[in-house]
């Protein structure tokens, strides 16, 4: 690729420095820098609303810029958006992906990706102006592997009468770890994909998104963007969390939705264990002992405040865990099983 030269010397790992304006190719084509990749499952009027906001960016550089969107085999009539849109002030391209499943989506958008650097986000992220600019000029300036950013909830209704932060943040999509940027060396600080860039040739390093983790269809599972983040922790990427790259989530109304909490909430029963056995760890009888072990104390920790929470009448409580207890149950079912 024509943004990276060789530059450490102080390591035996070969650092790549990203260039802001390389040579064209021979037919006198710039290669992007960056790739924004949308992938999308039947939500084509807010798909139409972050679409327009990603084409109306304010940024010096447009042409190091390209636009991906993945159709993710919608019924509705998000093939009709795409095909209407013209006049973008950078390439846009989109592809049809038959195979159900963010995860097929994702792979398939950073293959397709011409861009150094792939820049996931989601049809349903509220996209500020300056966004692009930002995330540009962070990646010149650090050069990392992977960079993401804040995700706040847009709150159109009130929210639901069982909400915390503390507890069902994640599940909103939101991430907020302060407003300092920080060189993240752990895994107690995974990112987002609706807000999340990293290096295509890392993408590739490490095999890309599981297909058998994520959401597909209406399966509200997830956990594929935390085994890529836990994969770069391992490999000892260079990764950021920059607060000042934040985006905002525009919620569907049955986010606001008991049910649609509580299915999510159990369908990462089966993601949880899956990653775990792609961990490292102790194993018996071939599987994942320290999952089994988590589950139990989950079990030991919420069955007491679950009744506590019972006998006091407090609901909001009770709800969240009678959540906790359910699924830690489930993941010890499934572990005895054939998960």
Not at 27 to 50: F, K, M, Q, R
Request: glycine share 4%.
């Amino acid at each position: 690729m024509h943004y990276f030269v060789a530059a450490s010397l102080a390591s035996a790992k070969i650092s790549r420095r990203v260039e802001l304006n390389p040579p064209p190719d021979e037919n006198g084509v710039l290669s992007p820098l960056l790739s924004i990749v949308i992938c999308t499952y039947n939500n084509s009027e807010s798909l139409a609303i972050t679409i327009q906001q990603i084409l109306s960016q304010k940024i010096s550089n447009p042409e190091r810029v390209e636009l991906v969107v993945i159709n993710n085999n919608s019924s509705d009539n998000t093939n009709q958006v795409l095909e209407n849109i013209q006049n973008t002030n950078f390439p846009f391209r989109h592809y049809f992906e038959s195979r159900q499943g963010i995860s097929h989506a994702r792979n398939t958008g950073f293959e397709n990706s011409l861009g150094a650097y792939i820049l996931y986000t989601d049809d349903d992220a509220e996209i500020p102006q300056y966004w692009l600019e930002r995330y540009i000029n962070r990646i010149l300036v650090s050069n990392p592997d992977c960079i993401f950013g804040k995700i706040t909830v847009i709150w159109d209704m009130p929210s639901p009468w069982w909400y915390e932060d503390e507890k069902y943040q994640s599940f909103f999509a939101a991430i907020d770890y302060g407003d300092e940027e920080f060189q993240i060396s752990d895994k107690r600080y995974p990112f987002l994909s609706k807000n999340a860039c990293i290096r295509k040739n890392c993408l590739i390093e490490i095999g890309g998104f599981d297909p058998t983790l994520g959401r597909k269809g209406a399966l509200l599972a997830g956990g594929e963007e935390t085994l890529v983040f836990y994969r770069l922790v391992e490999a000892e990427k260079t990764i950021y969390y920059c607060p000042e790259l934040t985006i905002r989530h525009r919620l569907k109304p049955r986010e606001y939705k008991e049910e649609n909490i509580t299915n999510q909430y159990m369908a990462c029963a089966k993601p949880i264990l899956r990653i775990a056995t792609l961990q490292p760890g102790k194993r018996f009888l071939n599987k994942p002992l320290g999952v089994l072990e988590n589950q139990i104390k989950e079990i030991i920790y919420s069955l007491p405040m679950l009744l506590t929470a019972y006998i006091t009448g407090n609901k909001k409580e009770f709800f969240y865990q009678s959540l906790r207890f359910r699924r830690a149950f489930l993941i010890t079912l499934l572990w005895f099983g054939n998960f």
